[in-house]
C-alpha cells in the first residue's frame, strides 16, 4: 500500500517517463493514419457517364473517401481530359450519349497511353456473357446499376489497391 507522501513522485516519474512513450505512440499512430489519408487523397478516380444525377451521386461518395474525382459527360470529353490529366482509375458508364461505352473501352485499351489505366464499368445489367466480354476488353471490374454505395467504393478502393476484396 502507498502512503500518501510517496504519490507525488510517482506522479512525476509517471509525467517524467510514461508521457513521453504514450505522446510517441500516439505521434506515430498520427503519422502512420496521416500518411494513409495522404496516400488515398493522391488517388484520382475519372468518372465517365451521361447522367448528371449519377456523375453527382459518384462524385460525393468518391470524395467522402478522400479521392480526387473528375467528371466527363461523354468518352470525347474524356479522351480530351486524359491528354490533361492521368488518373489511377476510370469509372466508364455503358450507356453514355454519342460513343457506346464498350466502344470508348475499346478506345482506351488500345491506345498505349491509356491502356495500363483500370476501367470500371456500369451497367444496368451484368450477365456472364457480357461481364466475360468486358474482362477481354481490359475492364478491371463491373458495377451493376443500381448499386449500394458502399458497395461500389470497396469495388474502386479494391481496384486502386487501397484495399483488398
Known sequence: MLDSGCFPSLLKWHKRHTHKDISWRVKREEFFAAVAAAAEKEKCVMVVGGEARLLALLRVNLELEGLRVIEALNPAVAIGLLKKERPDLIMLDIVVPEKDGIQALKQLAGADE??????????????????????????????????D???MVRTVKAALGIIRR
Open 114 to 147: 491509356f491502356a495500363r489505366i483500370p476501367v470500371i464499368l456500369l451497367a444496368a445489367r451484368g450477365g456472364r456473357e457480357e461481364l466475360a466480354r468486358e474482362a477481354a476488353l481490359g475492364a478491371r471490374g463491373h458495377i451493376t446499376k443500381p448499386f
Open 149 to 151: 454505395t458502399e458497395q
